[in-house]
């Protein structure tokens, strides 16, 4: 074989994948007339079309080799997968219609997304460590794996009548099945992995319907490589791979993994005869304890040397050297993105608010390809001006203005464990206790009322200009005095002033913070037709003023039961945004966690008596290898801490955490240290408590009693049922009762009622003990 740049053989200069959802959001624009009933599908593969041609156009108009395709998505990969493979849950498998989509019926295929009247949707969850969310597949044992090719076949054939070399991309068998769930109704040992052989049977057949085309490479995706995984599951990938290997007349595979190392399946994947691999350099293998791997010189290596979840500059001249390391030791090395650039926005060039200096350090999607172009060249001797532009920028980075703030940096290097500490829990209880003199079972609610359209247009005109400050603030007060009137009527016994003047629980803070900018058109698919537009963190953080003492203390002046003041924690502020990778994450964290404590210490001074420091994505963040969870939970906490840990006993410090899957962070629950903790718990049936009490756990706990995740309105017997379940685990002197997470996503006609059978729900329970 022969490893010249431009040879067949070769991958050349490449990304795993690409943005989807359009410039200008065209696709989810297209698929919400669609839903919506307003275009027919011909207009959706219309729009789809156009997307999936600029991607082209674009990837190879910047110089790359070859570029990847079946990387387009109408919603999800995960549910692409799914149909590639014909694992159609059985509840679906009536709904139909007359539209096709690549060969599959439409009307099931969003069934599969967003269900229908009758029929729930696929569960979503988060894609490793990213804001991306997928569609979890649900396998049984019976499941039937059949190959229905057509998507990747007309998406490979569409790029080469446009004249490109395309890399069709699909997820892995290994991947595909670790991230799936056991369907309802499987014996409880069932485990989607025991499928993989009978799934890479339809792979091998794949693999054989894309040679005839004359496919040169298949890119198979296996991020589920990173995580831990036991022998059994080793020898399991290695077989998978041996049998897809010795399919006879097939591409030659890629197998790409990213968001870390594959430790574990390296050395195997390095014995089989498949012919790539794609590493991450950024969060995955040191050359140094890898390159001796047997069989590994033999391969053609994809090296992601280009951050493709990140929106920093790359140090083109750094990445240099790293590459020619690799250069020296491995046979074919081709440069590409970490991962794919679905999780950063297409273009920063559009940005026309950005201080110019800060500009100039970042690299959105279409940046990216540059450089991994640039990069690629100097494997093989040609440097463009890319070279000395990129030094340039690099030395620069610092003169960011806002971006070095030595106040802030000496205040943080400043602070001792003492600031991280508050009194011990019995002091503050019965300092709290004595000042707020609730009721046993206090009821609550997690900060957020519905955002009505009003609401939201109110935000819109202020933002545009089209109000003023004095008619805005007028117009928010008037919501909040219906929400804590509201709220009195309905008898909750510690009310929220609502946030409607939040438009989100990240970027309403990163707005008024220095330290944290904001893209006019930064948006990043989060799923399906939703897209979220990222603050970019790219400095010393500090709060210049006062962010919500205002508004919290008109709700408090409204009533005089306790309001709760309401801030986004450290964790979260990170989690939501792009964070500078110039010093690690937790100096980052620690920053915020400061300009979080002047705004707590400004709350208590006003008189707010209760303060709910929100952290719903400190889960989320926690690495994918349990090695660095320990580093991980130490941060995460400390900076919680931090911001909370100024005020005095007898101010009641309250966190939510968004989720039930807390088996590996309960320790860092009780490590919060707040005085009560509130957590998603209506749809697991109050499991995590007994876990939790398990622990030692001795703070107050509001379980979430009422799912909002659902329009339905539960009646009061089953969130009586929900809280006797949960007083077998807490004392009632510890419970609270509060819905599952914030109101704004729903409307008031199920919340008014939903809330008043919760504190029905509660009274009866308070009369029976
Ligand atoms: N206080 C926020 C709200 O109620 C919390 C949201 C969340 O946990 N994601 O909306
Ligand atoms: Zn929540």
């Given at each position: 074989?022969?490893?010249?740049?431009?040879?067949?053989?070769?991958?050349?200069?490449?990304?795993?994948?690409?943005?989807?959802?359009?410039?200008?959001?065209?696709?989810?624009?297209?698929?919400?007339?669609?839903?919506?009933?307003?275009?027919?599908?011909?207009?959706?593969?219309?729009?789809?079309?156009?997307?999936?041609?600029?991607?082209?156009?674009?990837?190879?108009?910047?110089?790359?080799?070859?570029?990847?395709?079946?990387?387009?998505?109408?919603?999800?990969?995960?549910?692409?997968?799914?149909?590639?493979?014909?694992?159609?849950?059985?509840?679906?498998?009536?709904?139909?219609?007359?539209?096709?989509?690549?060969?599959?019926?439409?009307?099931?295929?969003?069934?599969?997304?967003?269900?229908?009247?009758?029929?729930?949707?696929?569960?979503?969850?988060?894609?490793?460590?990213?804001?991306?969310?997928?569609?979890?597949?649900?396998?049984?044992?019976?499941?039937?794996?059949?190959?229905?090719?057509?998507?990747?076949?007309?998406?490979?054939?569409?790029?080469?009548?446009?004249?490109?070399?395309?890399?069709?991309?699909?997820?892995?068998?290994?991947?595909?099945?670790?991230?799936?769930?056991?369907?309802?109704?499987?014996?409880?040992?069932?485990?989607?992995?025991?499928?993989?052989?009978?799934?890479?049977?339809?792979?091998?057949?794949?693999?054989?319907?894309?040679?005839?085309?004359?496919?040169?490479?298949?890119?198979?995706?296996?991020?589920?490589?990173?995580?831990?995984?036991?022998?059994?599951?080793?020898?399991?990938?290695?077989?998978?791979?041996?049998?897809?290997?010795?399919?006879?007349?097939?591409?030659?595979?890629?197998?790409?993994?990213?968001?870390?190392?594959?430790?574990?399946?390296?050395?195997?994947?390095?014995?089989?005869?498949?012919?790539?691999?794609?590493?991450?350099?950024?969060?995955?293998?040191?050359?140094?304890?890898?390159?001796?791997?047997p069989g590994l010189a033999e391969k053609s290596l994809v090296l992601g040397a280009v951050d493709g979840r990140n929106v920093w500059r790359n140090d083109l001249t750094a990445s240099r050297l790293e590459l020619d390391r690799w250069r020296g030791a491995v046979r074919d090395v081709s440069v590409s993105t970490s991962c794919s650039l679905l999780h950063v926005p297409y273009d920063v060039e559009i940005e026309t608010d950005l201080d110019p200096a800060l500009k100039e350090v970042l690299a959105f999607a279409d940046q990216k390809l540059a450089e991994v172009v640039a990069l690629h060249g100097a494997l093989h001797g040609r440097f463009p001006d890319a070279f000395s532009a990129s030094d340039d920028v690099v030395s620069r980075r610092d003169l960011v203005p806002g971006l070095l703030r030595p106040d802030v940096t000496a205040r943080a290097a400043a602070m001792t464990a003492d600031d991280r500490q508050r009194e011990p829990r019995h002091v503050r209880?019965?300092?709290?206790?004595?000042?707020?003199?609730?009721?046993?079972?206090?009821?609550?609610?997690?900060?957020?009322?519905?955002?009505?359209?009003?609401?939201?247009?109110?935000?819109?005109?202020?933002?545009?200009?089209?109000?003023?400050?004095?008619?805005?603030?007028?117009?928010?007060?008037?919501?909040?005095?219906?929400?804590?009137?509201?709220?009195?009527?309905?008898?909750?016994?510690?009310?929220?002033?609502?946030?409607?003047?939040?438009?989100?629980?990240?970027?309403?803070?990163?707005?008024?913070?220095?330290?944290?900018?904001?893209?006019?058109?930064?948006?990043?698919?989060?799923?399906?037709?939703?897209?979220?537009?990222?603050?970019?963190?790219?400095?010393?953080?500090?709060?210049?003023?006062?962010?919500?003492?205002?508004?919290?203390?008109?709700?408090?002046?409204?009533?005089?039961?306790?309001?709760?003041?309401?801030?986004?924690?450290?964790?979260?502020?990170?989690?939501?945004?792009?964070?500078?990778?110039?010093?690690?994450?937790?100096?980052?964290?620690?920053?915020?966690?400061?300009?979080?404590?002047?705004?707590?210490?400004?709350?208590?001074?006003?008189?707010?008596?209760?303060?709910?420091?929100?952290?719903?994505?400190?889960?989320?963040?926690?690495?994918?290898?349990?090695?660095?969870?320990?580093?991980?939970?130490?941060?995460?906490?400390?900076?919680?801490?931090?911001?909370?840990?100024?005020?005095?006993?007898?101010?009641?410090?309250?966190?939510?955490?968004?989720?039930?899957?807390?088996?590996?962070?309960?320790?860092?629950?009780?490590?919060?240290?707040?005085?009560?903790?509130?957590?998603?718990?209506?749809?697991?049936?109050?499991?995590?408590?007994?876990?939790?009490?398990?622990?030692?756990?001795?703070?107050?706990?509001?379980?979430?009693?009422?799912?909002?995740?659902?329009?339905?309105?539960?009646?009061?017997?089953?969130?009586?049922?929900?809280?006797?379940?949960?007083?077998?685990?807490?004392?009632?002197?510890?419970?609270?009762?509060?819905?599952?997470?914030?109101?704004?996503?729903?409307?008031?006609?199920?919340?008014?009622?939903?809330?008043?059978?919760?504190?029905?729900?509660?009274?009866?329970?308070?009369?029976?003990?």
């Open positions: 074989m022969n490893a010249s740049p431009h040879s067949e053989t070769t991958i050349g200069a490449t990304v795993l994948g690409y943005p989807r959802i359009g410039r200008t959001r065209e696709l989810k624009k297209a698929l919400e007339k669609y839903w919506a009933g307003n275009i027919d599908v011909a207009a959706l593969n219309e729009a789809a079309r156009a997307v999936r041609l600029d991607a082209l156009d674009t990837m190879a108009g910047a110089g790359l080799d070859t570029v990847p395709v079946n990387t387009f998505s109408w919603y999800d990969h995960m549910l692409d997968t799914a149909v590639l493979v014909d694992a159609i849950p059985a509840r679906f498998r009536d709904v139909s219609g007359t539209d096709v989509l690549a060969g599959f019926d439409a009307a099931r295929y969003f069934a599969m997304a967003r269900g229908t009247g009758t029929v729930p949707p696929l569960e979503m969850t988060k894609w490793f460590d990213t804001n991306y969310h997928y569609l979890v597949p649900e396998i049984g044992p019976d499941t039937r794996f059949t190959l229905r090719a057509t998507k990747p076949v007309a998406e490979y054939a569409e790029a080469v009548a446009r004249g490109v070399s395309p890399r069709p991309v699909v997820v892995g068998p290994f991947t595909f099945l670790s991230l799936a769930k056991a369907e309802a109704g499987a014996p409880d040992d069932f485990s989607p992995l025991s499928r993989l052989n009978d799934l890479v049977e339809v792979y091998a057949e794949l693999l054989a319907v894309l040679a005839d085309p004359g496919v040169a490479w298949v890119q198979i995706d296996e991020p589920a490589l990173v995580r831990d995984l036991n022998d059994a599951q080793v020898g399991a990938v290695a077989r998978a791979y041996e049998r897809l290997a010795a399919v006879k007349h097939r591409p030659k595979i890629l197998v790409a993994t990213y968001f870390g190392s594959p430790v574990e399946t390296l050395p195997v994947l390095a014995g089989t005869a498949i012919e790539g691999l794609a590493l991450d350099l950024l969060r995955g293998p040191d050359f140094d304890e890898v390159a001796g791997t209880q019965t300092a709290q206790r004595e000042r707020l003199t609730l009721p046993l079972l206090p009821t609550t609610t997690i900060g957020s009322f519905p955002q009505t359209r009003a609401v939201r247009v109110a935000r819109a005109d202020f933002a545009a200009g089209r109000s003023d400050l004095t008619a805005y603030t007028e117009r928010m007060q008037a919501e909040i005095r219906d929400v804590v009137a509201l709220q009195e009527r309905i008898g909750l016994d510690v009310l929220v002033h609502g946030e409607p003047e939040r438009n989100d629980m990240v970027q309403y803070f990163a707005e008024q913070l220095d330290g944290y900018a904001s893209t006019r058109a930064g948006w990043v698919q989060s799923y399906g037709s939703r897209c979220v537009r990222p603050p970019i963190l790219y400095g010393d953080v500090h709060r210049p003023e006062p962010m919500t003492v205002e508004w919290a203390t008109y709700a408090q002046g409204l009533t005089a039961k306790p309001v709760k003041g309401m801030l986004t924690g450290p964790v979260t502020m990170l989690a939501w945004a792009f964070v500078r990778d110039d010093q690690p994450r937790a100096v980052t964290a620690d920053q915020v966690a400061l300009a979080l404590r002047d705004e707590v210490i400004d709350l208590e001074a006003a008189g707010i008596s209760m303060i709910q420091v929100d952290e719903p994505a400190l889960r989320e963040l926690l690495p994918l290898r349990a090695v660095d969870h320990q580093a991980y939970l130490d941060w995460s906490v400390g900076a919680f801490r931090l911001a909370t840990s100024s005020v005095a006993a007898h101010t009641q410090v309250h966190t939510h955490l968004c989720y039930s899957e807390f088996g590996e962070i309960i320790e860092a629950i009780d490590g919060l240290n707040a005085d009560v903790t509130s957590v998603e718990a209506a749809r697991s049936d109050m499991e995590l408590l007994a876990s939790i009490s398990e622990r030692g756990f001795d703070g107050d706990i509001g379980p979430g009693v009422y799912d909002i995740h659902s329009p339905r309105v539960p009646d009061q017997a089953e969130i009586e049922v929900l809280i006797g379940l949960a007083l077998t685990s807490v004392p009632a002197e510890r419970l609270w009762i509060n819905p599952d997470c914030g109101l704004k996503t729903r409307g008031y006609a199920e919340v008014e009622p939903a809330l008043i059978h919760m504190v029905e729900a509660t009274r009866a329970v308070r009369a029976r003990i």
